[in-house]
């Protein structure tokens, strides 16, 4: 007499697991997007902090010190880093192989790929930030966050502002030399008023209130008053969600599949 052997079953992976896992891979495979995203900013923070008259307290900054101010700096160039120059070839070249028309025959949705992407960009940005903020406090004596709470809202809008923008320029670029081209001046916008050439702290008034009512330009200022331990600005925080949810709006309005 044999009694039958109840058969085993493995949970299948759903379409948008399986895509993010292959996503993940390939992601994994690009020692140039994880440097640049992962290791540059804090390779620039390190520099920096090497020059002995950044690392000394200066009246004109209210006793604070240059380097202080170049941390969230070199938190929103990882975050430049990923939505603008990381990103944005992906998607543009899955669009111009065809790999986007092709998944839209499949049960998995092209949505899939789109979200994967933002998902695995944000998190290394993310990631790169908190790199930023360890090394800043292990080797040059740069305080945490005295709002840690006002800081992660602060990064998280400023992380969404990015994205979108990647985004956006995905939707208007049809192949990827166009991305490139695109991408590269919006990088330099971009670093400009992040402050990664000049904190925005110490630039003129007139230039300072623009820069603010960019994405980065607010998120500079955000950070580094939640940095020094107050609550950031509710406008800076408004610019930055405003900036998030209108050019979100508009790359998916613009965006097209093939």
Avoid: N
């Avoid at 896992?21 to 440097?35: A, H, I, M, V």
């Amino acid at each position: 007499m044999t009694t039958a052997t109840p058969a085993r079953t493995t949970a299948t992976p759903t379409p948008w697991a399986a895509v993010l896992r292959t996503e993940t891979r390939l992601f994994l495979r690009e020692p140039g997007s994880l440097f640049w995203i992962l290791a540059f900013p804090t390779v620039l923070l390190t520099i920096l902090g090497l020059i002995p008259s950044f690392r000394d307290p200066d009246e004109a900054l209210g006793g604070r010190r240059v380097i202080d101010l170049y941390v969230p700096v070199s938190v929103l160039l990882a975050l430049i880093m990923a939505g603008l120059q990381a990103m944005p070839p992906i998607l543009t070249g899955y669009r111009e192989r065809g790999i986007l028309r092709r998944m839209s025959t499949t049960p998995v949705p092209p949505s899939a790929l789109l979200t994967a992407q933002i998902a695995l960009h944000g998190a290394a940005a993310i990631g790169s930030a908190v790199l930023v903020m360890a090394v800043g406090r292990t080797a040059f004596d740069v305080t945490l966050p005295g709002q840690p709470f006002g800081y992660g809202v602060a990064l998280l809008l400023a992380t969404a502002s990015v994205l979108a923008l990647g985004a956006l320029l995905c939707a208007l670029s049809r192949t990827t030399k166009a991305s490139a081209a695109i991408g590269s001046v919006a990088y330099l916008v971009m670093m400009f008023t992040a402050g990664v050439w000049i904190p925005v702290q110490t630039m003129p008034d007139t230039l300072r209130r623009i820069v603010e009512v960019t994405p980065f330009g607010a998120a500079s200022q955000a950070l580094d008053r939640a940095a020094s331990g107050g609550w950031p600005g509710w406008v800076q925080l408004g610019v930055m969600a405003l900036w998030a949810a209108v050019v979100t709006g508009l790359a998916t309005r613009l965006f097209r599949w093939e």
